[in-house]
T-cell receptor, first 113, second 114 residues
Framework: EAGVAQSPRYKIIEKRQSVAFWCNPI?????LYWYQQILGQGPKLLIQ????????DSQLPKDRFSAERLKGVDSTLKIQPAKLEDSAVYLC???????????FGPGTRLTVL | AQSVAQPEDQVNVAEGNPLTVKCTYS??????LFWYVQYPNRGLQFLLK??????LVKGSYGFEAEFNKSQTSFHLKKPSALVSDSALYFC????????????FGQGTELSVKP
């Protein structure tokens, strides 16, 4: 069974630029999550989707971050404009339902200069 | 508020010795508890989880964890450590009443020396 796919794996941008990350969850998984992992910390949930609807985006900085999952499968996370403090690894995870085990992708390491 | 604490930033053990990585949590009600492992430049890999039932949970790669409700702890253990176990370990909790959101600890770096 294929795991969670993410791209790109690495991205370097300058502050105030825009960036987008892509995630393809495990086939059949209804729930998709985006986490932010700052160096030296545990992952923090940014947004949770159930199919194509948002379940929890309470910790998403909505003035600069946006995410969508239009067809209930793939998802994109966008940052516009980026700040230095956005440097982190962005992890995508998926689960069959929200009560099931979450499986993580390899992450996208973002560096904002 | 929900929280997870991993009191040790780093744990060092010799190969073949038992290892313990500590985790305590604070959540209202009965939680779901998880352990994940992270190797360099890779995502988190699921090790094991506690949902209900037996307090001793067995997981991947010979790891196990013991749920202790009175001490609100969920320590990760392995009887005999391998050099290949060296990695970053994360404990996580999910409130049964708050959907899928995982709250993670800050991680513990495990180093196993030959």
């Amino acid at each position: 069974e294929a795991g969670v796919a993410q791209s790109p794996r690495y991205k370097i941008i300058e502050k105030r630029q825009s960036v987008a990350f892509w995630c393809n969850p495990i086939s059949g998984h209804a729930t998709l999550y985006w986490y932010q992992q700052i160096l030296g910390q545990g992952p923090k949930l940014l947004i949770q989707f159930q199919n194509n609807g948002v379940v929890d985006d309470s910790q998403l900085p909505k003035d600069r971050f946006s995410a969508e999952r239009l067809k209930g499968v793939d998802s994109t996370l966008k940052i516009q404009p980026a700040k230095l403090e956005d440097s982190a690894v962005y992890l995508c995870a998926s689960s069959l339902e929200d009560t099931d085990t979450q499986y993580f992708g390899p992450g996208t390491r973002l560096t904002v200069l | 508020a929900q929280s997870v604490a991993q009191p040790e930033d780093q744990v060092n053990v010799a190969e073949g010795n038992p290892l313990t990585v500590k985790c305590t949590y604070s959540v209202s009600g009965n939680p779901y508890l998880f352990w994940y492992v992270q190797y360099p430049n890779r995502g988190l890999q699921f090790l094991l989880k506690y949902i209900t039932g037996d307090n001793l949970v067995k997981g991947s790669y010979g790891f196990e964890a013991e749920f202790n409700k009175s001490q609100t702890s969920f320590h990760l253990k392995k009887p005999s450590a391998l050099v290949s176990d060296s990695a970053l370990y994360f404990c996580a909790v999910r409130d049964r009443n708050q959907g899928g959101k995982l709250i993670f600890g800050q991680g513990t770096e495990l180093s196993v020396k030959p």
